[in-house]
């Protein structure tokens, strides 16, 4: 799956982005706090609009319609997940949504960074399972510092 991004803004975090990813290779997203890395990822989901500018995925462009189609076709690991009260409570733990994702088969990985700092060990794994979903074909998208081959720096 590749994907795209088109002159994209939003707010004023993001202005005149474009990038390309194709099948099999990870994009690292980089920046400091603030810096609109969560808010590209929530635009790539369809989550949120985008000012100007757009996404194409396999040469089709992302629209708040087909979103949800494309969203079948990913995986999501988020910065923090909280389950609602009432429901019953599932593992949040970063590292367990990593593996998740990365073994889900998912063409297209979203994969945001950790809200704290993952020890040592876990960055290294969390670097391995990053490259074995490239490896296996997906297209990764990850705010990951460690990742050096294609960067973005917002």
């Not at 949120?48 to 992302?62: R, S, W």
């Not at 389950?83 to 998912?106: C, D, F, I, Q």
């Not at 040592?120 to 460690?146: C, F, P, Q, Y």
Request: aromatic content about 4%; proline content about 5%.
């Amino acid at each position: 799956m590749m994907l795209e991004l088109h002159n994209v803004t939003i707010g004023q975090q993001i202005r005149g982005l474009s990038a390309t990813v194709s099948e099999g290779n990870v994009l690292s997203i980089m920046g400091s706090q603030g810096k609109g890395k969560t808010t590209l990822l929530r635009a790539l989901l369809g989550f949120l609009p985008i000012d100007e500018g757009h996404f194409c995925i396999d040469g089709e462009l992302l629209t708040p319609q087909s979103a949800p189609w494309f969203r079948k076709q990913m995986a999501y690991v988020p910065q923090h997940l909280e389950v609602p009260e009432g429901y019953e409570e599932v593992s949040t733990n970063y590292m367990r949504l990593l593996e998740h994702a990365v073994h889900s088969g998912k063409a297209l990985l979203i994969i945001d960074e950790p809200r704290e700092p993952l020890n040592s060990e876990d960055a290294v794994r969390a670097n391995r399972l990053i490259s074995e979903a490239a490896k296996r074909g997906a297209t990764v998208v990850a705010v990951n510092t460690n990742i050096t081959p294609n960067q973005i720096q917002l």
